[in-house]
Nanobody, 114 residues
């Protein structure tokens, strides 16, 4: 069982930055893949970025060059640094951990105003 708690969301103007954090209840060094997903109103949940236990990251095309995912296994935390935010980045952002099972956090709202 893994509990995930996201934080760091909020309201920001277009072009601004936010850093999301996802704190896990157990050591992340034993979690194969951790990732960030988002869901905008009326849309399906979509992948934003994932990072393997070895630190290999993959991003959605829409956020490449603007977002950076990282993980700190000592703090059992995964981060999503979001720069050059756009109104279309507005969504609820969810953290996911994948072991044999998948675990989701409760989500944090990110709102980007134009």
């Amino acid at each position: 069982q893994v509990q995930l708690v996201e934080s760091g969301g909020g309201l920001v103007q277009a072009g601004g930055s936010l850093r999301l954090s996802c704190a896990a209840s157990r050591t992340t060094s034993r979690i194969n893949v951790m990732g960030w997903y988002r869901q905008a109103p009326g849309k399906q949940r979509e992948l934003v970025a994932v990072i393997s236990s070895g630190g290999v990251a993959n991003y959605a095309d829409s956020v490449k060059g603007r977002f950076t995912i990282s993980r700190d296994n000592y703090k059992n935390t995964v981060y999503l640094q979001m720069n050059s935010l756009k109104p279309e980045d507005t969504a609820v952002y969810y953290c996911k951990a994948k072991t044999v099972f998948e675990y989701w956090g409760q989500g944090t709202q990110v709102t980007v105003s134009s």
